[in-house]
């Protein structure tokens, strides 16, 4: 009991205390019943404080994790919006064949690169419906080519590992005899 004295609240003890002077007159029996009271009062206090203890930490952290998912939900419209341009970069970097176009396309792909953002690679790979979004269907004459990619029309990205937009491609099929 000693021990519980540092965790009883100021108040349990000021009315122990007045326990004893207040009611002198009180057999042992009902001093027992008393403090076994204010025990199981303590007993209380002490886990309403544990419960809201849980409670502000579990508050926190959804809170902790609320603002992190704004902040993707942020950085993901500004790439979104920004995908379509790069596309178009892309092509004219492919057309014209310029440094100076190439150094720029660069910086802008390593900009991006560091915020989380990377090139879905399709070419040559199985179908999977969690990353691409079939367009079209061509006959092939190799069968090692049937149910994969053989054509891409948009490429697809992640961003920080979660996909942003599904690459479109064309999906190599058995040509019919």
Same mark, same amino acid.
């Given at each position: 009991?000693?021990?519980?004295?540092?965790?009883?609240?100021?108040?349990?003890?000021?009315?122990?205390?007045?326990?004893?002077?207040?009611?002198?007159?009180?057999?042992?029996?009902?001093?027992?019943?008393?403090?076994?009271?204010?025990?199981?009062?303590?007993?209380?206090?002490?886990?309403?404080?544990?419960?809201?203890?849980?409670?502000?930490?579990?508050?926190?952290?959804?809170?902790?994790?609320?603002?992190?998912?704004?902040?993707?939900?942020?950085?993901?419209?500004?790439?979104?919006?920004?995908?379509?341009?790069?596309?178009?970069?892309?092509?004219?970097? /492919?057309?014209? #064949?310029?440094?100076?176009?190439?150094?720029? @396309?660069? =910086?802008?792909?390593?900009? &991006?690169? *560091? $915020?989380?953002?990377?090139?879905?690679?399709?070419?040559?790979?199985?179908?999977?419906?969690?990353?691409?979004?079939?367009?079209?269907?061509?006959?092939? /004459?190799?069968? #090692?080519?049937?149910?994969?990619?053989?054509? @891409?029309? =948009?490429?697809?990205?992640? &961003?920080? *590992? $979660?996909?942003?937009?599904?690459?479109?491609?064309?999906?190599?099929?058995?040509?019919?005899?």
């Amino acid at each position: 009991m000693a021990d519980d004295v540092h965790k009883i609240p100021v108040n349990m003890v000021n009315e122990i205390d007045e326990l004893e002077t207040i009611e002198p007159d009180l057999d042992e029996t009902e001093q027992f019943d008393r403090v076994a009271e204010l025990e199981l009062q303590i007993k209380d206090l002490q886990e309403q404080r544990t419960r809201a203890q849980a409670d502000y930490q579990n508050l926190y952290r959804r809170t902790q994790d609320d603002r992190s998912k704004m902040m993707k939900m942020a950085s993901l419209s500004v790439i979104e919006s920004i995908l379509q341009p790069l596309e178009h970069l892309l092509m004219a970097k /492919e057309q014209l #064949k310029d440094k100076g176009l190439d150094m720029v @396309v660069q =910086q802008f792909q390593l900009a &991006l690169a *560091g $915020e989380g953002l990377e090139e879905i690679e399709v070419m040559e790979k199985k179908f999977d419906p969690e990353v691409m979004e079939v367009i079209d269907k061509q006959e092939v /004459e190799d069968k #090692k080519h049937v149910e994969k990619v053989i054509k @891409v029309a =948009q490429k697809g990205y992640r &961003l920080n *590992g $979660e996909v942003v937009r599904h690459a479109k491609v064309v999906v190599g099929i058995e040509k019919e005899l």
